[in-house]
């Protein structure tokens, strides 16, 4: 977006509506078109890119949208692949909404896939997730909903690249000091977590007084990063200058983890997710749970979350952007399953492990490519899908669509408690039925 066109749309969103700075360009078309149509029985219809129903922008144009103009979404296709016929000319995800402020049953469009002919549903209500279901907004939460251990970004160094190495770099580095080979991790960044690129990280942060003045080489590279930090413009990055030896955020584990990326390729149909050890240190681009269990990584790889985080999550270009505040932490976990039920998980999840682990030389790039994925691990995958599922409810879920009906009608049920009273409202009758059924 050039600079004229994020004051267009700051124009039109105005100074009064918080967050506006993160809406698309195009939100700014459905805010003029909703103050036009204010008070009549106009209606409106735009086909835009699907991150105007994704991420954090939803509860912000959304709320906007409801609340203020008043507006009801009348009729929805929801994602479809839009090919244009111009030559060389990529294909976008696009979604088309209709609305105006009368209520009236509602026509959505559902797609199997991007490129399927839609199928019409007669529905109650669309939300702005373009689900069946009351209207819900999932903003950015500081705390999990559910009774789940936190998530957190892995480590910022913030250090000019001193303690950050090739293996061609630590294996010169060794041969001055090879005292110091036992400060270095193998360091994992979104890129190496998922291609398996061999990096390391010169990890100082927990050496004595005593054992840095032994390692005159690494103590060349902290005054490096004291400089580093201390000639920034940035204040805090400033302050940083007076603990060269430690990062700007730390994750420096000491018993196994659960990782994964922030960034994951939309063509997968599973963001890799991984259980790591202590002599891995993870960077900023990979999000890390400390205390997790075989059944949390089972919930988390599953198709169930799966859906979860490709409606409500943010997009980099046309990649997944994970977002802790807003997948992980809003994300509805089976409020009660049975210890048989996470028992099975955690078997299911076992299987999915031992199918990767039957072939060591493969990266999760390959291992999740559909067009690599062994036969072995998509079935241990569709065993864990059946086996989350079952926490949920009784029946599986046919479809993505049926499978956010009733997470956005659990969400709603686990979320309202901790709204104040004016802004809560009763759970949609479809998801308090199938919340019985479970």
Aim: charged letters at 20%; glycine letters at 6%.
């Amino acid at each position: 977006m050039t600079a004229q066109q994020r004051q267009d749309l700051l124009g039109v969103a105005g100074a009064k509506l918080p967050g506006a700075g993160v809406l698309d360009y195009v939100a700014g078309w459905y805010l003029k078109a909703a103050r036009f149509i204010e008070s009549t029985a106009i209606r409106a219809a735009f086909v835009s890119t699907n991150s105007i129903t994704q991420g954090e922008q939803v509860s912000i144009l959304w709320g906007e949208m409801l609340n203020r103009y008043h507006m009801h979404i009348q009729f929805a296709h929801r994602t479809f692949k839009w090919n244009n016929e111009a030559r060389g000319t990529a294909a976008v995800f696009c979604v088309i909404v209709g609305f105006g402020t009368e209520k009236r049953p509602a026509r959505l469009f559902d797609y199997a896939t991007p490129r399927s002919e839609p199928l019409e549903l007669k529905v109650a209500n669309i939300n702005p997730y373009l689900v069946d279901g009351e209207n819900v907004l999932v903003g950015s939460r500081s705390r999990p909903l559910s009774p789940v251990p936190a998530m957190v970004s892995g480590n910022k160094p913030i250090d000019g690249g001193n303690y950050l190495f090739t293996p061609e770099r630590k294996e010169e580095f060794l041969r001055k000091e090879p005292q110091a080979a036992p400060y270095f991790k193998r360091w994992l960044g979104g890129e190496e977590f998922i291609n398996g690129t061999e990096r390391w990280c010169l990890w100082l942060g927990d050496a004595s007084p005593t054992e840095l003045s032994k390692l005159p080489e690494a103590k060349k590279l902290i005054e490096a990063v004291r400089v580093f930090r201390d000639s920034s413009d940035s204040l805090p990055t400033k302050k940083l200058a007076l603990t060269p030896t430690r990062f700007h955020t730390s994750f420096v584990p000491t018993k196994p983890f659960l990782a994964l990326p922030q960034v994951s390729s939309e063509r997968r149909r599973f963001i890799p997710i991984a259980f790591l050890t202590p002599e891995f240190m993870c960077g900023d681009k990979l999000r890390l749970i400390a205390d997790a269990t075989p059944y949390l990584f089972g919930v988390l790889t599953s198709t169930m979350h799966m859906a979860w985080m490709r409606h409500v999550t943010g997009r980099l270009k046309s990649d997944y952007q994970y977002s802790k505040d807003i997948v992980y932490n809003n994300y509805p976990f089976p409020p009660s399953p049975s210890p048989k039920q996470t028992a099975a998980v955690e078997a299911a999840a076992a299987r999915v492990l031992a199918a990767r682990a039957e072939f060591p030389d493969a990266t999760l790039a390959l291992l999740y490519d559909p067009l690599t994925m062994p036969p072995a691990l998509a079935q241990a995958h569709a065993a864990l899908d059946r086996a989350v599922d079952l926490c949920y409810r009784p029946a599986a879920f046919p479809t993505e669509l049926s499978r956010l009906e009733y997470l956005f009608g659990l969400y709603r049920q686990l979320a309202e408690p901790l709204l104040p009273a004016p802004n809560r409202r009763t759970a949609p009758a479809k998801a308090r039925r199938a919340r019985k059924a479970g």
